[in-house]
Nanobody, 117 residues
Framework: QVQLAESGGGLVQPGGSLRLSCAAS????????MRWYRQAPEKEREWVAT???????LNAASVRGRFTISRDNAKNTAYLQMNSLKPEDTAVYYC???????????WGQGTQVTVSS
């Protein structure tokens, strides 16, 4: 059974930082491309960042220079380090896994991030 469990969300002031974690089980983690998405209230889910199975990364323009995606294959965990947070970063953040070269997509339940003073 595949499980993706996000953690690390919470309430933070503008300019603050959070690190999200996505712990995976039931998959050969090192063979999967990992992505973070987010969904703000009354908005569509949007892609935030990708790290491929070989470690290449790509960020959305809205978070470039502020967010960093990484992975630890020994811990079957992907991370999203979020710095210089803005109120518009407020959303539920979701972890996604797709096997490299494959199509089956797995999702976590999400973790709430709220940026507010």
């Amino acid at each position: 059974q595949v499980q993706l469990a996000e953690s690390g969300g919470g309430l933070v002031q503008p300019g603050g930082s959070l690190r999200l974690s996505c712990a995976a089980s039931g998959i050969a983690f090192s063979s999967y491309n990992m992505r973070w998405y987010r969904q703000a209230p009354e908005k569509e889910r949007e892609w935030v960042a990708t790290i491929t199975s070989n470690g290449s990364t790509l960020n959305a323009a809205s978070v470039r220079g502020r967010f960093t995606i990484s992975r630890d294959n020994a811990k079957n965990t992907a991370y999203l380090q979020m710095n210089s947070l803005k109120p518009e970063d407020t959303a539920v953040y979701y972890c996604n896994a797709v096997r490299a070269g494959g199509t089956t997509s797995y999702w976590g339940q999400g973790t709430q991030v709220t940026v507010s003073s």
